[in-house]
């Protein structure tokens, strides 16, 4: 179990070693995807509240509604007002021109997502990327991503995704391109099923196959998809050697459905922070809940159903 005592004087730590530190302990960073401040202003509460280290993530088109360098400077402000281990990644950055702004923009990490193209073809651009943005700061975090996971942190109407990756295309791919930590395909999908978002089915990881890509790859991993997994399967995949794990629809959900209720309370309300205030409050208890389940620590129960 971790908790803010232990990473008391690591606000200004590098990522890395936070998550080597996690990594003893049997913990995962929680990495949390936003789109504008309601958004980033639920994250930054939900890290101060469990008193917990967070990874915020932003998209290419997250990062084009909210802009990379004003992002970077919240961020920034944050960390250094709070003192919380909070860090930002470019979440699947499909570009060399793209991944090279946020590095600039002093992005602590970037997830370099050429999963969609030909395996050999995402090795080239993956290592050219990842020497580019390590020339720009030697201590940015370079994920590279293998196989497919569909895309999109949407409600969707079937499953996406396709074949899973394996250790051997792992150890090939960390050994050419470089990076720090891989993103594989191991029975994750980006977005809910309806089903999910009900509450009525959940995502299922194989297992194994995380322990055997960990053991093959020896780098930190990254789960992406991670929205509507089963617990028991994030608490297994963490043991099996999962570092850092990525949640999205989750909280997309939760602000849409607390920003409907909270309009529909009152028609005649026009005071953006009062409607905007339990949107903020409902996607904390998502990511505090979240956050908690990845540290070893009990989930309180109104937090789930807020997802279900
Ligand atoms: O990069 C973002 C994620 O992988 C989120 O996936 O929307 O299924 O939680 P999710
Ligand atoms: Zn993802």
Redesign the pocket.
């Known amino acids: 179990m971790t908790s803010i005592e232990t990473f008391r004087s690591t606000s200004k730590d590098k990522l890395r070693d936070v998550l080597t530190r996690l990594e003893k302990e049997g913990a995962a960073l929680g ?1 949390f ?1 936003v789109a504008d401040h309601v958004l980033l202003k639920a994250v930054i509460a939900a890290a101060a509240d469990t008193k917990l280290p967070v990874l915020v ?1 932003a ?1 290419e088109g997250e990062r084009e509604f909210f802009g990379a360098r004003q992002l970077a400077a919240l961020l920034k402000s944050e960390r250094q007002e709070s003192d919380l281990p909070i860090f930002l990644n470019a ?2 950055t499909h570009s060399l021109a793209k991944a090279l702004e946020a590095a600039k923009a002093g992005f602590d990490a970037v ?1 370099i997502d050429f999963s969609a193209l030909p395996f050999e073809e995402n090795v080239a651009r993956t290592k050219e990327t990842v020497e580019a943005i390590k020339a720009v700061n030697p201590a940015i975090l370079a994920e590279g991503e293998i196989g497919d ?1 569909g895309t ?3 409600i969707k109407e079937t499953a996406q995704g396709g074949k899973l990756s394996t250790p051997e295309e792992a150890r090939q791919f960390v050994e050419a391109t470089g990076i720090d930590n891989l ?1 594989p395909a191991v029975g ?5 099923l309806k089903s999910m978002v009900q509450g009525k089915a959940k ?1 299922h990881l194989d297992l194994e196959r995380i322990a055997q890509i960990k053991h093959a790859a020896g780098v930190f991993l990254t ?7 089963d617990d028991e399967h994030f608490r297994k995949a963490i043991t099996a050697g999962i570092n850092i794990i ?7 959900v939760a602000w849409r459905e607390s920003l409907d209720k909270s309009l529909a309370q009152d028609l005649n309300e026009v005071v953006p922070y009062k409607i905007l205030r339990p949107v903020v409050d409902s996607v904390k208890q998502v990511v505090s809940s979240r956050l908690r389940l990845f540290h070893g620590q009990t989930v309180s129960p109104e937090a789930v159903e807020t997802v279900a």
Do not use: F, Q, V, Y
Request: net charge negative; charged share 15%; aromatic share 0%.
């Open positions: 990495h995807n993530g998209s979440d699947h997830t996971i999109g942190s949407e993103a994750n999908m980006h977005g809910m995502k789960l992406h998809g991670g929205s509507g997994t990525h949640i999205n629809t989750e909280l997309r």
